[in-house]
């Protein structure tokens, strides 16, 4: 497999050394081929949220593995799992399922131009959107961990139509539209990003590009596939009061199944086929599997102080982080909202990429492996987020803490 890896940012190729090779996972845990266990901060990197293996959702796919894989077939799992998300997500009155957030991303973006014959979208510096061609420029997440001049083999034309401005940064954008009238179909974020390393939106950002899009008949897309259900249950739009016109999502709605999900405003969404020309389709989409585990999961979620919990969680962890680094006079900056948190060690204020690109990638990779030798498994990338969930104890958060202390102070 090339570089040993199914994806790369597993490579461990920022951050040195060998790759720890997984064995079984649970709860906030996962353990190695060697035995050896880990506090796992990276949670699948999104969907483990519940905690890994949680024995509701474990349980809810023994009974749906009896009844088959894969219908390739209409079922009640799916218009189940669609009827919480459309309740749980404000932009959602209509939703598709598909297999990735990537497939979510570049079906939102075909029918972001569908809908309004225009060709050019509007992304940010080092937001990350999947792997589709269109989005492959000045990426985030692996792109920018590998420090790739985005990627060889998308055509120039492919990636033509795609603007970029910096992120928190609405002039740029109105900059944007005012050099390319009529021609935007939409704007795509992550309105809480967590690929260029974790980075929130400034006040009266989210709704400047409401505005904006509005003012200019063009939409305004949230890609939630990481931060949907981990903000808040109903994602970022519904914490910061911002709704957007289309919504993708992933992770999370398919406890650790492959799923994405695309959804947003009846009126656009009825452009996908059979309902409308908009083409669009996938063997595997709605399977039972995923369906079943995304259900159990938001489920469990949906509970009364699911999110107060996870929200105290990562702020003890994120305070205690900074504690930790200002002890050892390592410049740190960072904050968490949600069940994500992350920091950059660099003074900050981290802003946009620009800024995060600040931040001590040499120091970060001597930490990564200070921390995983005390048995603490953190993103292998200075430029991704960390996630928290419900299985993560005060006790795990202690550890961690320890085990933070003693790196800074052994790697500062
Ligand atoms: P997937 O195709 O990997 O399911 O989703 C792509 C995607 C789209 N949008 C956002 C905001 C995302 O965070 C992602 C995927 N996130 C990365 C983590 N940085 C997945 C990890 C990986 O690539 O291995």
């Not at 009529?182 to 809480?192: K, N, Q, R």
């Not at 399977?287 to 702020?315: C, D, H, V």
């Amino acid at each position: 497999m090339p570089g040993g890896v199914s994806s790369p940012v597993r490579a461990f190729r920022s951050v040195g050394g060998q790759p720890i090779v997984f064995d079984r996972v649970k709860g906030a845990y996962a353990w190695d081929v060697d035995g050896n266990r880990f506090i796992d901060y990276i949670g699948s990197w999104g969907p483990a949220i519940c905690g890994h293996a949680h024995p509701e959702v474990i349980a809810a796919l023994q009974d749906a593995l009896e009844k088959g894989t894969s219908f390739g077939a209409p079922s009640e799992l799916e218009n189940q799992l669609a009827e919480m998300v459309i309740d749980a997500v404000p932009s959602v009155e209509m939703v598709r399922f598909v297999n990735s957030g990537t497939e979510a991303c570049m079906s939102v973006l075909r029918l972001m131009r569908a809908f309004t014959g225009r060709d050019k979208l509007i992304k940010f510096e080092g937001c990350y959107h999947g792997h589709a061609d269109m989005f492959l420029v000045k990426a985030g997440s692996g792109v920018a961990t590998l420090g790739l001049p985005d990627s060889p083999g998308v055509p120039r034309s492919t990636t033509s139509n795609t603007l970029t401005a910096p992120y928190n940064d609405l002039e740029a954008v109105k900059e944007l539209f005012a050099e390319n009238p009529d021609a935007i179909s939409g704007v795509i974020l992550e309105p809480v990003v967590g690929n260029a390393g974790f980075m929130t939106p400034e006040p009266g950002f989210l709704e400047g590009l409401r505005e904006l899009t509005r003012e200019h008949g063009a939409l305004l897309v949230f890609d939630e596939v990481m931060s949907g259900f981990r903000i808040s249950y109903g994602g970022a739009q519904a914490r910061f009061g911002v709704t957007p016109d289309l919504t993708t999502m992933g992770k999370v709605i398919g406890g650790g199944l492959p799923v994405g999900a695309y959804g947003g405003r009846a009126e656009i969404m009825e452009m996908v086929a059979p309902a409308g020309p908009m083409y669009q389709a996938g063997t595997l989409s709605g399977n039972p599997l995923a369906m079943t585990a995304g259900i159990k999961t938001l489920e469990l979620l949906k509970q009364e102080g699911t999110y107060e919990r996870l929200e105290s969680t990562t702020e003890r962890l994120i305070n205690g982080i900074l504690e930790a680094a200002k002890a050892a006079e390592v410049p740190i900056t960072g904050n968490s909202i949600g069940a994500m948190f992350g920091f950059f060690l660099c003074e900050g204020p981290v802003r946009n990429f620009e800024d995060a690109k600040a931040t001590d990638t040499e120091l970060f990779g001597k930490l990564h492996r200070a921390m995983l030798e005390r048995g603490i498994y953190l993103a292998p990338s200075a430029f991704e987020a960390g996630f928290t969930s419900l299985a993560h104890s005060e006790a795990d958060i202690e550890t961690t803490l320890k085990a933070f202390r003693e790196s800074f102070a052994a790697v500062a």
